[in-house]
Nanobody, 124 residues
């Protein structure tokens, strides 16, 4: 069974920084893209940043120049370094990954998996 576990959320003042981590576990064979999404109250979930297995990255316009996505393939972990945080960055942040795994005697996927979410609050 594959699981994604996020950590690193919390309360920070405007202009501050946080680093989110998301570790995938289970009988994983390979992971394709790994992404971070966020959902603010009353809003739709939106893509914040994405990174391919080869390291190519993509960012939402609202976070370009402030957020950096990276991954450690050996640890099956994706990170989101968030700098110069603004109150409008307040949201629950979710990681997502496309994972090929081994289960029940067969290869499965790649399928989409989601973490449970971690709250980021930017407020003075």
């Amino acid at each position: 069974q594959v699981q994604l576990m996020e950590s690193g959320g919390g309360l920070v003042q405007p202009g501050g920084s946080l680093r989110l981590s998301c570790a995938a576990s289970g009988s994983i064979l390979s992971i394709n893209a790994m992404d971070w999404y966020r959902q603010a109250p009353g809003k739709q979930r939106e893509l914040v940043a994405a990174i391919t297995s080869g390291g190519s990255t993509n960012y939402a316009d609202s976070v370009k120049g402030r957020f950096t996505i990276s991954r450690d393939n050996a640890k099956n972990t994706v990170y989101l370094q968030m700098n110069s945080l603004k109150p409008e960055d307040t949201a629950v942040y979710y990681c997502n990954a496309q994972i090929l795994h081994y289960s029940g005697g067969a290869y499965r996927g790649p399928n989409d998996y989601w973490g449970q979410g971690t709250q980021v609050t930017v407020s003075s």
